[in-house]
């Protein structure tokens, strides 16, 4: 045995205590993902630079090569990984044989895990990937990790092999997600749209699902970054949909910039593309949420005027909202044209009534809102009558509280188990066992029943 295999042989082992194990296999093309190698790949540590990079964890010494965050993955020490990353990017030629030597295998978190932190440090990561793919060709990389590559590739600009990517990805059917194109977020605003340019052109060449998934999570991440006349741009240059337009409103209405959004509709309309009831929905949710009530009104009539009738989302972000603001009386007339156009109200606007009224100081109305509704909507009815309980409890009405379980489950209906237990504990202490004692005998057997 020669000196050398002496000394990394104990090294061998202890890898083994962190990664399964199992014999490299070899890919018939090793680079398939991928046309020609990237003259932007960085180049990588020797075997020695490896060996004394995961050593350092044995021997105690700290990792001076993390920036953002601590690399994590079940079962791998995190400085096993952090070294991993220092030694991708260390610059020297021998990277492949190295990982070789380590006889690891992949896992989902592991690979995730380091195209994650060669993200932070803006490392290229192609050199792993492709090792891994042509090693073990049994290990197919999640639709997470792909997308984690594409943002590796932009980081490092080799566009190259992002468009040989791009047109595997799009031949396997997986989508892109804004986790792609987040290496935008470090570039200064003529680097996002030049970046923007290049990859609009690449998501036009590629085609299938990587396209449409591309646009649409590009401009969103535009969006996000307030890049908003870059991501115009990027429609123009691929296609105006009015869901590419839904994504400029919504954002736009996040930062409250509602002319901005009510200004995207004269610019759907002059692209060909009609607004539909969603486009609406976002920015009467974002004027009622911001107490612009009238405005929010009139938009609403506007809307309707223009052909576009409420759709379930409408109503209850109208109704919440509604509620919120203490306006029960428009919210009562807005729950009734709801019900007659056949909509039936979810459990998020069951509780914004119920806590309207309550709030508003009318319990009775919220009492007899339970009532009503638990004759029209079945599946409702022991979570409203559990949080109408709630809420006289919390305000110290808790013989009240106590006769509304004992009403609901006269129905055969049991309520929610803590506000239960709040109630019944709420009743010992003031005296009232035998309320308590009811609440819990009719709570056992329903129980023994069921």
Known sequence: MSPRFRRLFPLRLFVRTLFPSQAPQTHPDPFYLFSSPSPHAPSVPSPCNLVRALSSQVTGRSDTSRRSRTPRVPGVEPSAISHLIASIAGGSDDLESQLHLLNLTPSHALVLEVLRASN??????????????????????????????????????????????????????????????SFLSRRGTVGVKESAKRIAELLNKVGGSCRGTGIFSLIKFLCSMNAFDTAIFVMSETARR??????????????????????????????????????????????????????????????????????????????????????????????????????????????????????????????????????????????????????????????????????????????????YMRVKKDLVKLSREDLASKLKDKFNFLTHVR
């Open 120 to 181: 932070d440090r803006a490392v290229s990561a192609l050199r792993f990937f492709r090792w891994v793919l042509a090693s073990h060709p049994d290990f197919r990389p999640n639709s997470e990790a792909y997308n984690q590559m594409v943002c590796n590739l932009g980081l490092v600009d080799d566009y190259d092999s992002m468009h040989c990517m791009l047109v595997q990805l799009s031949s396997m059917g997986h989508s892109l997600t804004e986790e792609a194109f």
């Open 242 to 419: 009015t869901s590419y337009y839904n994504v400029l409103i919504a954002a736009k209405c996040r930062r409250r910039d509602f002319e901005g959004a009510r200004g995207l509709f004269d610019e759907m309309r002059r692209s060909g593309c009609d607004p539909t009831t969603k486009s609406y929905n976002y920015l009467l949710g974002s004027l009622f949420k911001n107490g612009r009530f009238v405005e929010a009104c009139d938009l609403l009539e506007a809307m309707e005027k223009s052909g576009y009738l409420p759709d379930l989302g409408t109503f209850e972000l109208v109704l919440i909202h509604a509620c919120k603001a203490k306006r029960m009386r428009f919210a009562i007339k807005f729950l009734d044209r709801m019900l007659s156009e056949g909509f039936k109200p979810s459990l998020a606007i069951d509780a914004a009534f119920i806590k309207g009224f309550f709030g508003s100081g009318c319990a009775e109305d919220a009492y007899q809102y339970v009532v009503n509704m638990s004759t029209k909507v079945k599946y409702s009815t022991n979570v409203n009558y559990s949080l109408l309980a709630k809420l006289y409890c919390m305000s110290g009405r808790v013989e009240e509280a106590g006769r509304i379980l004992l009403e609901l489950m006269d129905k055969g209906l049991k309520p929610n188990f803590p506000v």
